[in-house]
């Protein structure tokens, strides 16, 4: 093939009618090319403009991808899969970002970071251009939690101006058709410890006389769905921990006799709310359990060291095993308390006393119950994948 038909750079711009504006991006993004001396290309993902868009990107000597699955992330999906350059840099058509200065982004994929990102906080938000509502709470929350969930050092995690290696982005399988696209992209180089870097970049006012196709509740509330259903660990595991743990302390304390506290009495009745937290955080530990089984089987997550030493270490039959063996543990100690009750000649009882015999026992039986059923949805998933594979 030709150099003119491999170039280095693709520069490819998401279009849903955009023809006030996208003459001017594919403008400034060929006069980039043409005054860098980068061997590139303009493609524009057309999502199905009604508004003349295509001819406006064909008369400016950009080519169009047409794109027939609505949304976002599916006009870029398909705009990297058409794209011809080692390197792609994406942003959005509306002139709110600068096409013209692409050069640390080139700089940075040639230095061979896997994905470079623009940080807009630190290269300059013109007034007007994002909304406060945005920029105040919107992007620092979700950064944040980006940073926390999965150790991504960005400032800025939904800037839309990014360049990336095509090919290790095309490996990632990317699947979010809508705005979360944007999240997912950095979550799973992350995921898959891809080289992130941060370059600045600017935000001007976007140059279109219409609303613009973001939503911010119901798209910041999908970036944030997104960010949990990525992270079993924050959404089940650290939650499940906290209750199993807690619950199971106070658990323990209780079993013998009331605790006081700060001139507080805890008896029973605690007991039982602690005997909720111990089941409730099992239930959540093993859901982060399955979730990262299944996203790995499904390819949206990488394969996790520790989960993957757990399942050699505790096959379908020793879960089985062991959640039996709770159980039975459970019985017995049930089986006991009804042999306390019928010392007394099965009449009445001090509830308190009872109690502390029943709750451990109902909590045993359960648990033991959710390990044995837990080693059969796994062994179900691994059936299933086997056969699939």
């Known amino acids: 093939m030709s150099h003119e038909s491999e170039p280095e750079l693709t520069i490819l711009m998401p279009c849903l009618n955009e023809a006030e504006t996208l003459a001017t991006c594919i403008q400034k993004a060929q006069k980039y090319l043409r005054e860098s001396g980068v061997s590139g290309e303009v493609l524009i993902a057309d999502n199905g403009s009604d508004d003349g868009s295509q001819d406006i990107a064909l008369e400016n000597g950009a080519r169009v991808e047409p794109i027939a699955a609505k949304g976002y992330g599916n006009a870029l999906i398909g705009g990297i899969q058409a794209a011809r350059g080692k390197y792609v840099i994406m942003a959005d058509a509306d002139d709110s970002y600068d096409f013209y200065n692409l050069g640390p982004f080139v700089e940075g994929l040639r230095k061979g970071h896997d994905l470079v990102m623009g940080n807009r906080f630190k290269g300059g938000i013109a007034p007007g251009a994002m909304p406060p509502l945005h920029r105040y709470l919107g992007n620092p929350v979700l950064s944040f939690l980006g940073r926390l969930f999965f150790s991504i050092k960005t400032g800025d995690f939904h800037c839309g101006l990014r360049g990336f290696n095509r090919q290790k982005v095309l490996d990632l399988n990317l699947v979010s058709g809508g705005m979360e696209f944007a999240s997912e992209m950095v979550v799973k180089a992350s995921l898959n410890d891809y080289d992130i870097v941060e370059v600045p970049t600017t935000l001007s006012p976007d140059g279109r006389s219409r609303p613009p196709h973001l939503r911010s509740w119901r798209d910041g509330w999908r970036h944030l769905k997104f960010l949990l259903i990525y992270s079993p660990k924050w959404l089940f595991l650290y939650p499940g921990i906290l209750l199993f743990v807690a619950g199971g302390a106070a658990l323990i304390a209780l ?98 006393q009872l109690m502390r015999q029943v709750i451990p026992a109902v909590v045993l039986i359960i648990c033991g119950i959710q390990i044995a059923l837990s080693s059969v949805f796994t062994g179900v998933i691994d059936f299933f994948s086997g056969a699939r594979r």
Not at 271 to 294: D, E, K, N, P, T
Not at 298 to 312: A, M
């Open 255 to 352: 079993v013998q006799s009331p605790v006081s506290l700060f001139g507080v009495t805890f008896n029973v009745h605690t007991m039982l709310y602690s005997a909720a937290a111990v089941i409730i955080g099992f239930q959540f530990i093993g859901f982060a359990l399955f979730s990262r089984i299944l996203g790995t089987e499904l390819k949206l997550l990488p394969e996790n060291p520790q989960v993957s030493r757990f399942r050699r270490q505790f096959s379908f039959e020793k879960l089985l095993v062991i959640g039996l063996i709770v159980f039975i543990l459970g019985l017995i100690w049930a089986v006991s308390s009804v042999m306390s009750w019928r010392a007394a000649e099965f009449g009445g009882m001090d509830p308190s």
